[in-house]
Each structure stands twice: as structure tokens, then as C-alpha cells.
């Protein structure tokens, strides 16, 4: 369950905290790729602990609050050129996409692990790097906006006017484009472009406009209403959206919980709740005596009994971080000769044992194996694949792409060029050059 694959590194604004080693960029040493960089094994091999109270080499960066791909606050756009205001009262976010510091703790300071009964931490296999947030840096809300209207306005639309613009705009950019579409013309953008384009191509075009908390709210609801639950859409949104946004949904959705209990049963029901109770551990840093004692429960709780412990399973994959079950693997893989996935196969089926897999793994991961699991075999999953491209910005997507490459599943571009067709595949593709 190791896993290689690391976000692209960020420059941080702020200055290193406690005397942590400096962050590296592309080529540097212990850079991604690197010889002794990311992903990297510790001295001693793989997974080795530092010495007593030292990181491992690798470096350090807490994820930004809010986690990976912190969504855009769910409302009305913001002024041209003015962020977006923070949601709910929380601190506003720092400029450029830079993260906030976390509060209650010195910027980039993991909170102590619950239990923790020793000062010992490794680095785990997986890199922690921030994230960054692309946007164009040439953007002209009005003049976007004129565009636009320009090539869906009479007989015809100008597609590659749309292809031009919308894929290659962050959330904040779409959102000022938005404003001034419907200020200049009384009219929304996303309505014309549903009047002139039509299929997977207007889909994604219309689902790459919205905010990504609205967004994953939208998807929440198509997932419970109606005939059938559309259980895979769930676990792609509560297993890899962060404590901070599942708060969000709750606020905005707030029927969430007692329609998830109403339209999913057994462990399923049950894991999904405590995902919904938004208490997972979020640092990057893990206490090695702690992951062992943990995968020590797992095998009590699984392999080592007749029947499983489902509650403890529970328990434990909703606590913790795939950072921290990366290195419970590590010790399950010792103590065991196979890996923690390995175990949750043997003891569990269904979209139960999906659910428990998916909060093994981080998000890139976690999107990479998705894609080719919404392209695999006959006919594709594209409510699957733009609702990916749809929550991810573009640098995400470029990087899910590498990792998609690391874990074996080929070029995502070409399956991509495969798998859609027409301005749908154009659009898609557009968004990995």
C-alpha cells in the first residue's frame, strides 16, 4: 500500500518554522523525483523509524487547513481581483493560494497524535507537500465574459472559445466571469452554454464552472434522491474530502446524515456516518510505536479471529490519516507478509471493503485509481471522470496524471483519447496539456 506519488511542491510564503529544514522545488536536492527525496526510504530501509525524536529526511509541510483541494465558499463570487471570503467566520485565506496558518499551533506544527506515549516520529512513505492553486495569470473577468458571449451569441457556437476559457480558469476566475456575464448580458453563463452545447461536453462544462463545495452538495443530493443510491459517488466524496469541508456540507446540506442512514444499510451505513462525524486525524507526522500497536488491532480485530470486528475496523480507518495507515502497513506487511489492503479484502466485501480501501490512500492516489476505474473495460464511467476533473484544478489534474503513470495504469491522456470523443475528449484533454 506504499505509495510514491507526491503533490507538486509549494513555496511557501512563510518562514520555516522551528528550525525545519527548508522545502525543496523540482531538481533540488531531496526533491520530488530526487535521489533521497520524496518517497524515498528512511536509513535502514524502507519505512525505518528516525533516530529518537528526529524527523526523517524528506522534509516537512502540514497539509494546508481544510486539506486537499479546500473548496471555493459556496455563494456569491467575490469582486474581481479580491479573494473569495472565508466561509463561516474562519480566517480568511492567506494570498496567492498560499495555506492559513493552522490555529492553536505554530504554522506548519502537527497536533499531537491521541494516545501518543513517545516522542518518536518517522516521515511516512507518502509525500506531504502543499498543493498549488493555478490560476491564469492573465485573466480578464469582462473580457472573458465578452468572449464568451460572442461565440454562443446567434446561429452556431464558437467551441473553441469555450475550450479556450473555461477549462484553463481557477474557481475564483470562473466565478468573476460568471458575475460579469450575467451583470453585462441578464443572463447566467451556465444557462446559454446549456442552450448551445449539449452531452458529456455540456456537462463538463457546466460542472467546471461551479464552486467545489456547491458542487460536491449537488453530487451528495443526486447520490441519495431518487430511485437507487449511487453508492460510488459517496465514498469518492466523504473519504477524500477533509474535516473541514465535510463541516461545510453539513452546514449547507444539512439533511446529509439522516439521508445517508435512510438509503445505505450494514457497515456501509455505519462507516459512512463516522466519516460524516468529521473527526479523522489530519498531520502528516505519525508516532511508529503507535501505527504498530494499531496494526497489532487490526489483526486481532480481523485475521487472527473467526468472524471480524467490523466496529473496531470502523473505528480505526475513520480515525486515521492515510499518512499514518501508510506506516500501520508498513508494520501489517512485517508482522504478516501482506498488506493492509490485502487484510480489508479477506475480511470485508462490498462498497464496505471500498470505503475502508479509499481511506487507505491519498487523495492523488486515491483520484489516480478512480480514472482508470471509470475507464476500465467496456463502456466509461463519465459521471466518474468529470466529476474528477471537476473538483481538481488543473495543476492537480496534471500531477493525478503522473501518478496515474506511477501506479501502473498507462497515460492517462491516451486513455483519455480512447475512452470519449468529440469536444467532450477535446475539453478533457485540453486540461492535462
Same mark, same amino acid.
Given at each position: 500500500?506504499?505509495?510514491?506519488?507526491?503533490?507538486?511542491?509549494?513555496?511557501?510564503?512563510?518562514?520555516?518554522?522551528?528550525?525545519?529544514?527548508?522545502?525543496?522545488?523540482?531538481?533540488?536536492?531531496?526533491?520530488?523525483?530526487?535521489?533521497?527525496?520524496?518517497?524515498?526510504?528512511?536509513?535502514?530501509?524502507?519505512?525505518?523509524? +528516525?533516530?529518537? %525524536?528526529?524527523?526523517?529526511?524528506?522534509?516537512?509541510?502540514?497539509?494546508?487547513?481544510?486539506?486537499?483541494?479546500?473548496?471555493?465558499?459556496?455563494?456569491?463570487?467575490?469582486?474581481?481581483?479580491?479573494?473569495?471570503?472565508?466561509?463561516? %467566520?474562519?480566517?480568511?485565506?492567506?494570498?496567492?493560494?498560499?495555506?492559513?496558518?493552522?490555529?492553536?499551533?505554530?504554522?506548519?506544527?502537527?497536533?499531537?497524535?491521541?494516545?501518543?506515549?513517545? !516522542?518518536?516520529?518517522?516521515?511516512?512513505?507518502?509525500?506531504?507537500?502543499?498543493?498549488?492553486?493555478?490560476?491564469?495569470?492573465?485573466?480578464?473577468?469582462?473580457?472573458?465574459?465578452?468572449?464568451?458571449?460572442?461565440?454562443?451569441?446567434?446561429?452556431?457556437?464558437?467551441?473553441?472559445?469555450?475550450?479556450?476559457?473555461?477549462?484553463?480558469?481557477?474557481?475564483?476566475?470562473?466565478?468573476?466571469?460568471?458575475?460579469?456575464?450575467?451583470?453585462?448580458?441578464?443572463?447566467?453563463?451556465?444557462?446559454?452554454?446549456?442552450?448551445?452545447?449539449?452531452?458529456?461536453?455540456?456537462?463538463?462544462?457546466?460542472?467546471?464552472?461551479?464552486?467545489?463545495?456547491?458542487?460536491?452538495?449537488?453530487?451528495?443530493?443526486?447520490?441519495?434522491?431518487?430511485?437507487?443510491?449511487?453508492? !460510488?459517488?459517496?465514498?469518492?466524496?466523504?473519504?477524500? +474530502?477533509?474535516?473541514?469541508?465535510?463541516?461545510?456540507?453539513?452546514?449547507?446540506?444539512?439533511?446529509?446524515?439522516?439521508?445517508?442512514?435512510?438509503?445505505?444499510?450494514?457497515?456501509?451505513?455505519?462507516?459512512?456516518?463516522?466519516?460524516?462525524?468529521?473527526?479523522?486525524?489530519?498531520?502528516?507526522?505519525?508516532?511508529?510505536?503507535?501505527?504498530?500497536? !494499531?496494526?497489532?488491532?487490526?489483526?486481532?480485530?480481523?485475521?487472527?479471529?473467526?468472524?471480524?470486528?467490523?466496529?473496531?475496523?470502523?473505528?480505526?480507518?475513520?480515525?486515521?490519516?492515510?499518512?499514518?495507515?501508510?506506516?500501520?502497513?508498513?508494520?501489517?506487511?512485517?508482522?504478516?507478509?501482506?498488506?493492509?489492503?490485502?487484510?480489508?479484502?479477506?475480511?470485508?466485501?462490498?462498497?464496505?471493503?471500498?470505503?475502508?480501501?479509499?481511506?487507505?490512500?491519498?487523495?492523488?492516489?486515491?483520484?489516480?485509481?478512480?480514472?482508470?476505474?471509470?475507464?476500465?473495460?467496456?463502456?466509461?464511467?463519465?459521471?466518474?471522470?468529470?466529476?474528477?476533473?471537476?473538483?481538481?484544478?488543473?495543476?492537480?489534474?496534471?500531477?493525478?496524471?503522473?501518478?496515474?503513470?506511477?501506479?501502473?495504469?498507462?497515460?492517462?491522456?491516451?486513455?483519455?483519447?480512447?475512452?470519449?470523443?468529440?469536444?467532450?475528449?477535446?475539453?478533457?484533454?485540453?486540461?492535462?496539456?
Amino acid at each position: 500500500m506504499s505509495y510514491g506519488g507526491g503533490y507538486p511542491p509549494y513555496n511557501s510564503p512563510y518562514p520555516q518554522q522551528g528550525g525545519y529544514p527548508p522545502q525543496q522545488g523540482y531538481g533540488a536536492p531531496g526533491a520530488y523525483g530526487a535521489p533521497g527525496g520524496y518517497g524515498a526510504p528512511a536509513p535502514g530501509g524502507y519505512g525505518a523509524p +528516525s533516530p529518537y %525524536g528526529a524527523p526523517a529526511p524528506g522534509g516537512y509541510g502540514a497539509p494546508a487547513p481544510g486539506g486537499y483541494g479546500a473548496p471555493s465558499p459556496y455563494g456569491a463570487p467575490a469582486p474581481y481581483g479580491a479573494p473569495a471570503p472565508s466561509p463561516y %467566520g474562519a480566517p480568511a485565506p492567506s494570498p496567492y493560494g498560499a495555506p492559513a496558518p493552522m490555529p492553536g499551533a505554530p504554522y506548519g506544527a502537527p497536533a499531537p497524535l491521541p494516545g501518543a506515549t513517545t !516522542v518518536t516520529t518517522v516521515t511516512t512513505n507518502i509525500p506531504i507537500v502543499f498543493m498549488p492553486i493555478h490560476a491564469y495569470p492573465h485573466c480578464d473577468p469582462p473580457g472573458d465574459a465578452r468572449r464568451l458571449y460572442k461565440a454562443m451569441k446567434g446561429l452556431g457556437t464558437n467551441d473553441s472559445v469555450l475550450m479556450d476559457i473555461i477549462p484553463h480558469r481557477s474557481k475564483l476566475q470562473l466565478e468573476q466571469i460568471q458575475a460579469a456575464y450575467l451583470s453585462e448580458n441578464r443572463k447566467s453563463l451556465e444557462g446559454d452554454i446549456r442552450g448551445d452545447t449539449s452531452g458529456n461536453y455540456c456537462t463538463l462544462l457546466c460542472d467546471l464552472l461551479k464552486p467545489v463545495l456547491g458542487y460536491k452538495i449537488e453530487n451528495l443530493k443526486k447520490a441519495v434522491k431518487g430511485l437507487g443510491t449511487r453508492e !460510488v459517488l459517496l465514498i469518492d466524496i466523504l473519504t477524500q +474530502s477533509s474535516n473541514a469541508e465535510i463541516e461545510q456540507l453539513k452546514r449547507q446540506y444539512p439533511e446529509i446524515e439522516h439521508e445517508i442512514k435512510g438509503d445505505t444499510s450494514g457497515n456501509f451505513r455505519n462507516v459512512l456516518a463516522k466519516l460524516l462525524k468529521a473527526n479523522r486525524l489530519e498531520v502528516p507526522f505519525v508516532d511508529d510505536l503507535k501505527a504498530e500497536a !494499531v496494526a497489532k488491532e487490526i489483526y486481532a480485530a480481523g485475521e487472527f479471529r473467526l468472524g471480524t470486528n467490523d466496529s473496531k475496523f470502523v473505528d480505526i480507518f475513520t480515525t486515521y490519516s492515510p499518512y499514518f495507515l501508510d506506516r500501520v502497513d508498513w508494520h501489517y506487511r512485517k508482522s504478516h507478509g501482506h498488506s493492509l489492503t490485502i487484510a480489508i479484502e479477506k475480511e470485508t466485501s462490498g462498497y464496505y471493503r471500498d470505503t475502508l480501501i479509499a481511506l487507505t490512500k491519498p487523495p492523488d492516489v486515491y483520484f489516480a485509481d478512480r480514472l482508470a476505474q471509470a475507464m476500465k473495460g467496456l463502456g466509461t464511467d463519465d459521471w466518474g471522470l468529470i466529476y474528477i476533473f471537476a473538483v481538481h484544478d488543473k495543476a492537480q489534474l496534471k500531477h493525478i496524471a503522473k501518478v496515474f503513470a506511477q501506479r501502473g495504469h498507462g497515460n492517462l491522456a491516451a486513455k483519455i483519447e480512447k475512452d470519449t470523443s468529440g469536444n467532450y475528449k477535446k475539453t478533457l484533454l485540453s486540461i492535462l496539456s
